[in-house]
């Protein structure tokens, strides 16, 4: 690909030779010749004379020096995005249905699907123009997936789930796993409530590796529009998560828990069964949240408190030493003062 | 069905017409004409007259006025989750063994059972009576299943496993990869200590989706009968669970401790290896344990605390603003009573 | 396998009859008359007496006594793992391509591999002399995958990935998953970030069950040589861990974090993204990291502390009733001299 086509693509400034032409991208330190490399930030600056790249995309901002041909972007993360989908090795797979893939029967495709090999669809299966379902994938019945989406191998999708437009799920994935609903009888013995209800997985939602997602009791777990799941995430049964939400590595999402829009729940993060996330929250790493919380605000902490807060809490916790021994000091004080008041009386 | 079959079949008092039909169960607010829908708390009262549900199942302790039909129950979980099964899809697969499944030598199936497709079935194999492995699941050498167990998909049984009457294992989950066990050596080498044990799943237990229970290194690693593990958990070497134990998401269990019958482990806890949690004891979400428990007691926090104790300490340092002035102001005073003494002086 | 030879190969001091024969390996409470049982640490003297097994593995420095073989050995961890060696079921597969296995254009290949029944091997892929790809299993597209290694069933390795010799990946885990980037626009709306690096896996690396390992978004994640990885790990894009690292259950690292080399991060433990932790650091379990750690230190707390310095801090918050009460003396001691003051001036 030239350099100019680039610039045209990403609305950059071209500097330089617009012909070269670049095979790759790649990190600054890393880059071979044919690459093209990023400098999006002022750390990376010193690593622009030491790169072998033959080409740079450059954050307009930057104070910068180079004699190598350069794009000028503004937006860079976005533009950085832009590009990168230039280069992704082509791993759409051509349209297919393998022979080896098990379907049911009155299973529906739309055009150009790719049914992958060793994946095993159950019976009245829909899936939509261009979605991808890749090998060694399990759709149970009834399960209906969208266009233009994306199940990477190992994924188990279980019976009467409903998946959107341009979702990705990636590999060891389970959608709609039985929630965890046990009724104690009189003897100490949990006996199993039938999980009935469904998942619903809206459009341009992607879901990483090993998460779980459990169906409802009654009704349906759902995740809306955009929001992005990161690997090994647990979401309990009838939990309804926000659109564009952040959901990072190893959180867990307790069963009935509303989380609204605009929330971003940082790694490891655990919440309570039945809590109310509303919008535009952002929740630290590890914290472990009981209660509803305000929105528009941060927290951290086990139990969540306010970030402002949970900060001069760990302060107050740090300068105890000081306070242990000014109260020693004060306790001396008053005893020579004590002393002090007898001798005078 | 009708409303007077459920009704006999619940235990519960009629009242109205017992001979409509109804098609669903579903939540109060989201339910449709044909549907079926619950009242078993307070808080769901309200949303009686707004249901478009035709009859309820109310909890018999409850003031509440419908013109519908309704039947009344006592015992409200246990009896959901009986009615419940009578609605539960008719997923139970039809006996079959699939012509994709692979079988080893010397497999030994009990009668009806179903074995999915794409599903690996190794040699030696003995599987009881109604159980049923769903597709794309493997189950190693030796392995033992008992009867109306439950295996979904892409589950992982590695060799030499043993597993009871009744258990259901969700998908994504693996039984018996090796435990996490080194020799380091004198240059700092770790050397794998082959891990040479077993793991056995008793009756009635159910495992979530994408746990991880890890063969013993000698003997077995042993999850007792009725106990219930949610998803993501991990469940290290040697580790032996008792009897009715809950095990929430994501909760992780170090290699040989064990754990009495009745516990509840709450979501993301963490327990360091060789401990012993005893009898009846509950420990609530994220905490961390590190040292053996007392039985019969709640507790939280890392390192782990009884829970009036946890609390107590979380409102100690939430105080601790006051103690900073109060000593603050202890300090001004004294400086004051010292004046005045040298000034009396 | 005779008593004699065990000692031979351990390189153990042998006492009593050398000749008895040996079926398996176990505890020692649980041993069968067949069986050889291990003294490895004193708190398992007083089992010896009691144990059925024929002969015992005793570390030499133990003071016990019995009337049966034993044999007499030092490094008691290293011989264990090295005897338990001689007892392992013989589970390497024969090498054979199963006819059930899907295999792409260009394959290669070495000398003896086994590759299990419904794998799907991508085109391109490349694997080595005797390594074995067990049933279930995904290979993407131009993976290639060293010696001696063994990918359990059920794996998911992801295109464009290497992975080295003696490599160990138990069942559930996903390599190559995408990372965790996206760039958000004007909306609010996040864009997927094109993940476009691969993972590399040096040689005799271990990796758990449900292991979610990301690709990196340029450049590489990276796994080096000799390191250990536990269950339901996540490691994020372009994460670097160096040799012989310990990561145990549940650990989770953040994008861009470099890990040095010996160090041992305990389970759940948290680490922001782009944080660098030094040389033959010690992470305490479910700590919380946020900013770079100092090497050769042992750390504990979210967020993290030294080890003593947390321990200190735990300290300091128990004895915070004593502080209050202390302050609660001084307040009344001070009102008393200052009446007396009043009394007094």
Redesign the interface.
Known sequence: MKLKEIAQFANGELSGDGEIELSG???LL?AKLTDLA?VLDVQHIPEISKSNASAFVIFKDLKFETSKPYILIGNP??T???I??L???Q?KFSPEI?S?A?LGKNVKFGKDVFI???S?IEDEVVIGDYTCI???S?V??RVKIGKNSII?????V???IVIGNNV?I?????IG??G?G????EV???????Q?GSVIIED?V?I?????I?RA???KTLIKK?T?I???V?V?HNVIIGE?V?L???A?I?GSVTVGN?VIIA??V?I?DHVNIKDNIIIA??T?V?KDLEPNKIYF???AKEMGEAK???A??????K??Q??KD??K??SE??K??KT??
């Open positions: 991208v790649s990190e890393t990023f993360h976005l950085f995005a832009k990168l989908t280069f992704l090795n791993d393998h080896t098990v992958g090999a060793h095993v890749m090998s060694l399990y149970g019945r990477y191998p190992n994924v188990s279980l019976r009467d990705i990636h590999s060891g994935t389970v796993s039985d965890f046990y009724a104690k009888d100490g013995k949990y006996n199993k409530i039938p009935i341009d992607e990483g590796s090993n998460v779980s459990d009791t009654l009704g955009g992005k990161d690997n090994l647990q309990a564009n952040i990072a590595g190893q867990g307790s605009n790694g490891q655990g309570a790493a590890q472990g009981s902490g086990t139990p001069r809490s760990l107050e916790v740090s300068r105890l030493p306070l242990y000014k109260v004060l306790e004080k008053i003062l004590s002090d008041n005078s009386n």
